[in-house]
Structure formats: C-alpha cells, structure tokens
C-alpha cells in the first residue's frame, strides 16, 4: 500500500498552508514530526478529502484520491481533540462506522469486529457504557478503537495522545505500536514530540512551515539533520543554539577560542554561524580537548534521573546542560561548562542548512 503526495499545494487566501508537499508513505507506521502551525493536520485533512489541494495530486496506490468521494475514501481519522458520541454506549461508539459502510455488515458480524477491537484496546469491560463513565484515557481508546473498526487503506492518527497524562501517554503508545506493527495499512501518526518519533523508529517525515524538510529514520535525523528547523524538530530538551564566529582562522562564542577544520572550511566564506550542541554533550567536569566557557545558574531542575541546568552565558545568550542524577545548585552562582569542539553542529545564519555535524556522528554513520 502507497499514499503518494505529488505537489500538493494548499493557499487559504491570506498565507500558505502548505506548499509544495512531495512524501511517499508506506504500508505500517509512518511519523509526520514537526511543531504546532507546522502543517501536520492540515497535510492529514488533506488526504482525508476534508480540504481539497489548489495544486498537486495525492494518490493511494496509484489512484487519484480527488476523483473519490470523502465518505467513500478508505481512510480513518482519529483527532487530538477525541471525539466520542456521548448518547451512544462504547459499543455503538465503535460500531457506528461499520452501520453506515458501503459494504452491508450483518449485526452478527459487527458484533465481532467491535469486540475483536474492543479486546485490543482494553474496552471490553466498557462496552455497556457512555463516553462520560470513563477516563481520559479509555475516552481516547474509544475514539482510536472507532477509527480501527472499519478496515481502512489510510489511518491518520492527529497527535492522538497529546491531551493524555504522562503515564496514559507511555501506555497508550505501547499499546499502539503493537497495534499498528504489522498493519495492513498506511498509518501516518502526527506529533511534535521527538520522543515520539524516537520511540516509535519508523520512517519520520519533518514538517516546517507547511513543507516536508526532511526524511529518514529519526535517529538519523538527530544525528545528521539538514537544517537548524530539523535540529529543533528532532532534539528533546531542545538543541542549544548559540552565536558563534569565524575570525583569525578560529572558531569563538562566548569568550571560547577553538578551531575544528571541517566547520572552519565550511564557513571559508561566512564570518558568522549558529552553533549548536545537545545539553548532554555539555558537561560541568573537564574533558579530553575541551573548550571552556561560564555563565550564571538560572535553574536547576532536578528530575531525580536527571539535572536540567539552565545557565545564562556572558554573551547574554541561555543554554540547557543535562546532568545524569542529581545536582542541586543556587541560582546567582557562576558556572563553568566544558564541551568537545567535535561535537558541535554549525548552521547557515541565512540558509539555515547544516554546514557541520559531530564528528563521531558522522563517522558512525
């Protein structure tokens, strides 16, 4: 099964929604990753037949999907915003698009997929229920377990766990990985969480400002991204980004002198760069060829497993350093940070493509 995406183009009068989307998205899970506005639903309405494209063409298996109609489109959408008819129990809830398919079921026969999914999803002690009984949670299930009820091509799942608690969130994306593993189906899971698209390690299709800027396993996107808004949509805590310079054969940001070669190539023809390097790559004890820079503690978090370490560096610039266990430490206090110019990125001030990734990243690549 292929969901193509060839040129799609969609203006709503005022701004671009999405420009010019060009993805292929195969059979099993596939994760579009990117921030809030980044064109993530609207690309999902799209394929549903909710909106249609100014240009460009979106095909299932070769199919032109706009020569089909949106109620017999063989697609399931499951929102962020679960959605559950409140004056039907969980049983009519998942039975519901089964009683309006195209292809007639017998009530015998919609008995048995709604309580084949419903023993999927954890509902079969609810199906006697209404929406209002349950939990957040279960509410969610149901929603999911409505959109899997009916066998489809195409299921889109719209940042489904976005509105669940951290624990809800951790079970239900188990749960939904096993579900969708060996699918059948071209399942697209939006989100802007990286841990997300970590977890789930399937094919990741970054969005920004309404186009596709990059595709790939996600840890390949994390360890080589293509651009700064790749870096962002992929680092969780998030990249620090720094101003940093090119002068005198030498790289320096906040009072730091350092040289790394295939950076300073890179910039033979730019005096300024963004610097970016991930809060575990910073560390507060001295390493092997470290650069040395101090700033003031903000805040430390301290998570139990981890220190967040927010620190305010003398170019008035903030950066995150992440600690392994506890440290507790005063705000006000000054702070010495210490980092490998080998795992540093570089980015294009104007272009805002990549000009150098971590060595050992890319070596491992």
């Not at 489109?73 to 809830?93: E, G, H, L, T, W």
């Not at 705000?331 to 490998?340: K, L, N, Q, R, S």
Request: net charge negative; glycine share 6%.
């Amino acid at each position: 099964m292929t969901l193509e995406l060839k040129n799609v183009s969609l203006h709503d009068g005022v701004e671009q929604l999405v420009l010019d989307l060009n993805a292929k998205f195969e059979t099993g899970m596939n994760i579009l990753l990117g921030p809030t506005l980044a064109g993530k639903t609207t690309t999902m309405r799209l394929i549903a037949g909710l909106m249609k494209p100014d240009e460009g063409e979106i095909t299932l298996n070769g199919q032109d999907l706009s020569k089909v109609e949106v109620r017999n489109r063989s697609v399931a959408f499951v929102y962020q915003q679960f959605i559950n008819y409140p004056s039907f129990s969980v049983f009519d809830n998942i039975a519901s698009p089964l009683r309006v398919a195209k292809d007639k079921m017998s009530k015998s026969d919609i008995k048995d997929r709604v309580e084949e999914v419903a023993e999927l999803l954890g509902l079969t002690p609810f199906l006697q229920r209404k929406p209002s009984a349950l939990s957040g949670g279960q509410q969610q299930r149901v929603a999911i377990a409505r959109a899997l009820s009916r066998k489809s091509d195409v299921v889109l799942l719209d940042e489904p766990l976005a509105n669940l608690d951290y624990k809800l969130r951790e079970q239900l994306r188990e749960e939904l990985q096993n579900i969708f593993s060996d699918s059948d189906s071209v399942v697209i899971y939006s989100t802007a969480e990286p841990a997300e698209s970590m977890y789930f390690s399937v094919p990741t299709f970054v969005m920004n400002e309404g186009q596709i800027i990059q595709r790939g396993s996600a840890l390949d996107i994390y360890q080589t991204p293509e651009s700064i808004f790749s870096a962002k949509a992929v680092s969780d805590p998030p990249i620090n980004l720094l101003s940093a310079k090119h002068e005198d054969n030498s790289l320096s940001l906040a009072g730091a002198v350092f040289k790394r070669a295939e950076i300073q190539d890179a910039l033979a023809h730019a005096s300024e760069f963004t610097l970016g390097i991930q809060p575990h790559d910073l560390h507060q004890e001295k390493i092997q060829n470290a650069v040395e820079i101090t700033g003031v503690v903000q805040l430390a978090e301290v998570t139990g497993s981890s220190t967040f370490v927010h620190v305010r560096l003398k170019s008035n610039e903030d950066l995150v350093v992440e600690l392994d266990g506890a440290h507790p430490m005063n705000p006000g206090i000054e702070y010495t940070i210490y980092f490998d110019p080998a795992r540093i990125y570089a980015f294009d001030n104007q272009t805002k493509k990549t000009l150098g990734f971590p060595e050992r990243l890319v070596a491992n690549g």
